[in-house]
């Protein structure tokens, strides 16, 4: 993802800008960047420009094909043979089963819902010989998953054939490698717009809280959240944030109101966000240093883990809310200025509110 703010819509800290920028080569305007952005991505890539004010640019995962030759690795999406219902209508998430001689050659109990689901449960049964699919289109009794069981584990001739396969002959070899990989989800709605990246684990809960349908997804979340926070909440932003659980990263831009709200967590690091000062005076926001360091030369640095940012209240950490941010020098191998890094001041205390609008203009 990549997103650009012009000069005056975002006022960032100027801890980020570096005197080394300007003796640097001619760096790429956010426009080229843009143009490189969706060149590498013709047939997924997009972007939006608001006028004046900036762009965003959003390019959905790449699906990789199925490959049939032995001793590669294979891609499965779980999604259709996990029953997750949270997961049904949003990217799906892909498992790699990698051929070797570290697989333990498990047959699979794959138990279709709904969709797609049923489609893949047939595969695992009929034409990839792995596991065995409970009943479909009805609900799972207790006798249907001991017959699943059973016939996985007797040691009969299926069970035997379905290890066989696994261990010997079948393309389904090997072990789980990877879990899920970092989602990327867009959406807009009444003229506010998201790029969200990573995932929430208590999306479920989080979505009966704040009255959404069981088949939204982050993004759509997260906006709700903004826009109840913008317009009425009684709660503080941080203590919203905090109340995401996952490893994430988002960028949301209110057109309206001209505001910029972006956060990335503190999780396990699969989502990492950067932001820096291009040579216009633009701000970028990315997750690929590539495209930042393109346009901001030396003036960037990571988005500070466990922080949000509000075009009119500036950073703060919402895992530390009540201390403010301070800013830390970075400096290059070859000892110039390049940016800052932003920690917690443990020593500070931070005004926490965020700017709200009366809720009868949310009404009227």
């Given at each position: ?7 005056g819509?975002v ?5 980020l800008?570096s ?5 640097a ?9 843009l143009?490189d ?10 972007s ?6 900036g762009?965003?640019?959003y390019?959905?995962?790449?699906r990789q094909l ?11 999406e ?5 029953p997750?219902e949270?997961?049904l209508?949003?990217?799906p ?34 034409s ?12 799972v ?5 001991v017959r699943c ?14 290890r ?18 970092a ?19 208590n999306?479920?809960?989080l979505?009966?809280q704040y ?7 982050e ?5 709700e959240a903004?826009c109840?926070?913008?317009?009425r ?12 659980e ?8 209110d057109?309206k ?10 999780g ?12 216009d ?7 690929n240093?590539?495209?930042v ?15 949000m ?5 500036g950073l ?9 941010m ?9 000892g110039?200025?390049?940016g800052?890094?932003?920690a917690?001041?443990?020593y500070?205390k931070?005004?926490t509110s ?7 203009a949310n009404?009227g």
């Amino acid at each position: 993802m990549l997103g650009v703010f012009k000069n005056g819509v975002v006022n960032p800290p100027q801890e980020l800008y570096s005197p080394a920028s300007s003796l640097a080569m001619a760096a790429k305007s956010p426009q080229e960047t843009l143009k490189d952005f969706l060149a590498a991505n013709p047939t997924n890539g997009f972007s939006l420009e608001f006028a004046d004010k900036g762009f965003l640019a959003y390019a959905s995962p790449q699906r990789q094909l199925l490959s049939q030759q032995r001793g590669e690795n294979h891609r499965l999406e779980i999604i259709t043979i996990l029953p997750d219902e949270r997961r049904l209508f949003r990217e799906p998430p892909w498992v790699e089963f990698e051929a070797g001689e570290r697989g333990g050659g498990v047959p699979v109990v794959a138990i279709a819902q709904a969709m797609d689901q049923v489609t893949n449960a047939k595969l695992v049964e009929d034409s990839w010989r792995c596991g065995v699919r409970a009943v479909k289109w009805e609900i799972v009794e207790a006798d249907e998953i001991v017959r699943c069981l059973e016939m996985v584990m007797d040691g009969g001739d299926e069970s035997r054939e379905m290890r066989k396969t696994l261990r010997n002959g079948g393309i389904w070899r090997g072990r789980l490698l990877t879990t899920v990989e970092a989602l990327k989800l867009f959406c807009s709605l009444n003229d506010v717009y998201c790029i969200f990246l990573g995932s929430l684990n208590n999306l479920c809960t989080l979505n009966k809280q704040y009255g959404l349908s069981k088949v939204s997804n982050e993004d759509m979340l997260v906006i709700e959240a903004y826009c109840t926070l913008r317009d009425r909440s009684p709660i503080p932003a941080h203590r919203v944030l905090k109340d995401l659980e996952g490893d994430f990263g988002f960028v949301i831009y209110d057109h309206k109101a001209g505001v910029v709200f972006a956060a990335n967590s503190g999780g396990d690091k699969s989502v990492n966000l950067y932001w820096g000062i291009a040579a216009d005076g633009s701000v970028m926001i990315s997750d690929n240093v590539g495209h930042v360091k393109a346009s901001c030369g030396k003036s960037f640095g990571p988005f500070p883990a466990g922080c949000m940012y509000h075009s009119e209240k500036g950073l703060m950490s919402f895992e530390h809310p009540m201390k403010k941010m301070k800013a830390m020098p970075r400096v290059d191998s070859e000892g110039a200025l390049c940016g800052a890094y932003f920690a917690v001041d443990a020593y500070s205390k931070a005004n926490t509110s965020m700017p709200r609008v009366d809720s009868a203009a949310n009404w009227g």
